[in-house]
């Protein structure tokens, strides 16, 4: 079993930036991507990007390339720093946990969410 928990969400002007973190705990995480997603009110959720948790090997969306950054530390936390955000990064952001890392299979462990707010 794989527990998430994401904090650092809030309410930010357009042009600003916020670091999400989540916080991982349970089972070895060898093997494992830790990703991030976001769904908007009235959208599907959407895949922002992913860490392999071995090599520490990245991947971002296209919709978010050059503006966030996913990282990880020792400590079993991932990271996504989010700069120039726009009001349609407006959305609840979750972190996830899978062994497949595929952007469109489900993923087997998801945190609760934090919301992310973009005013204009």
């Known amino acids: 079993q794989v527990y998430l928990g994401e904090s650092g969400g809030g309410l930010v002007q357009v042009g600003g930036s916020l670091r999400l973190s989540c916080a991982a705990s349970?089972?070895?995480?060898?093997?494992?991507?830790i990703g991030w997603f976001r769904q908007a009110p009235g959208k599907e959720r959407e895949f922002v990007a992913r860490?392999?948790?071995?090599?520490?090997?990245t991947y971002h969306a296209d919709s978010v390339k050059g503006r966030f950054t996913i990282s990880r530390d020792n400590s079993r936390n991932t990271f996504l720093q989010m700069n120039s955000l726009e009001p349609e990064d407006t959305a609840v952001y979750y972190c996830?946990?899978?062994?497949?890392?595929?952007?469109?299979?489900?993923?087997?462990?998801w945190g609760q969410g934090t919301q992310v707010t973009v005013s204009s």
């Open positions: 860490i392999a948790w071995s090599s520490g090997r």
């Open positions: 349970g089972r070895t995480f060898s093997g494992y991507y």
């Open positions: 996830a946990a899978s062994l497949h890392g595929s952007t469109t299979r489900a993923w087997e462990y």
